[in-house]
């Protein structure tokens, strides 16, 4: 892989932006997997895994609980330890790194929002798919979008036995009905300002830098992902100075026609991002 190493930290140093695309893959290189019964599940979800059965991160988000006292306490305590106490892993440490003073812009379907704690910019950031750390309201006011740090942190340290006293349940300002995170969990989220204004930069990156030296970098994104990956595919085909990256453990996808400026890297995110940096050292 040293050959292959080199090569990329190459195109990174050369390039003129970085579009950066993340999914599953790279959270579970950090040790978040959605789709796991693993070991951080059972230590921090023991209780609700004996009293409903749930059985992974993805099953607590969308299961349907008995009150919101008990939804809320499955939720703020996932998201007040993943997305607020948790420090960001050497993993998005060596990303944000490898980026260095390029332009970039990253899309995720990530939602444990931990680009922005590893430096990253939230205005450079479009999570596809919503974030854990933002709320809307559940009966759509238009607009009722907001940061949840405060009352999050509130219900986790006030749950007791899987329930958050009912006065901490958070209520839309305008409406008073309640709030749900901000996922891809109804239509609603793809109404939203944001998503537009999103989608809006998104494309309006890729214009900026049309033309030019383009580096496309994939990190964990399954091969039939529809949202990431075949974008960047057909991105990268269409743009001749533009290289495609793609980082992942097990599954690596190039279509033959971007195969000549493509490399795909089979094997542990972290440990290869740590190796590129390294050979940016002694380059
Ligand atoms: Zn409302």
């Known amino acids: 892989m040293g050959e292959a190493y080199k090569k990329i930290y190459k195109e990174i140093r050369d390039a003129d932006a970085l579009l950066i695309g993340a999914s599953n893959g790279l959270s579970i290189s950090e040790g978040y997997n959605i789709f796991a019964d693993d070991r951080w599940f059972r230590e921090n979800f023991r209780d609700f895994r004996a009293r409903y059965g749930i059985r992974s991160v993805l099953q607590g988000l969308f299961f349907q609980y008995p009150s919101e006292e008990t939804r809320w306490a499955f939720f703020s305590r996932l998201i007040s330890r993943k997305c607020y106490l948790e420090q960001p892993g050497s993993v998005m440490k060596d990303l944000y790194r490898l980026v260095g003073q390029k332009d970039y812009f990253v899309v995720t379907s990530n939602g444990e929002d931990h680009f922005v704690p590893a430096g990253f ?101 399954g091969w039939r992902n529809r949202m990431i990956k075949e974008p960047f595919m057909r991105l990268a085909a269409s743009e001749p100075e533009a290289v495609y990256i793609t980082f992942n453990k097990g599954e690596i996808y190039i279509p033959d026609e971007i195969r000549g400026r493509s490399i795909g890297v089979d094997g542990d995110i972290a440990a290869a991002l740590e190796e590129i940096l390294k050979t940016g050292e002694v380059l």
């Open 121 to 221: 910019s939230r205005d450079k950031i479009f999570e596809m798919e919503g974030r854990l750390t933002q709320s809307r309201c559940r009966n759509g006011c238009e607009g009722v979008l907001y940061e949840n740090r405060d009352e999050v942190l509130k219900m986790a340290g006030a749950e007791r036995d899987g329930v958050v006293p009912a006065e901490l349940i958070p209520r839309c300002p305008k409406c008073g009905s309640p709030v749900t995170v901000n996922m891809a969990d109804s239509n609603a989220f793809f109404q939203t300002e944001q998503f537009q204004r999103k989608m809006a930069d998104y494309q309006n990156f890729i214009k900026q830098y049309h033309g030019k030296k383009l580096v496309i970098l994939e990190f964990g994104v």
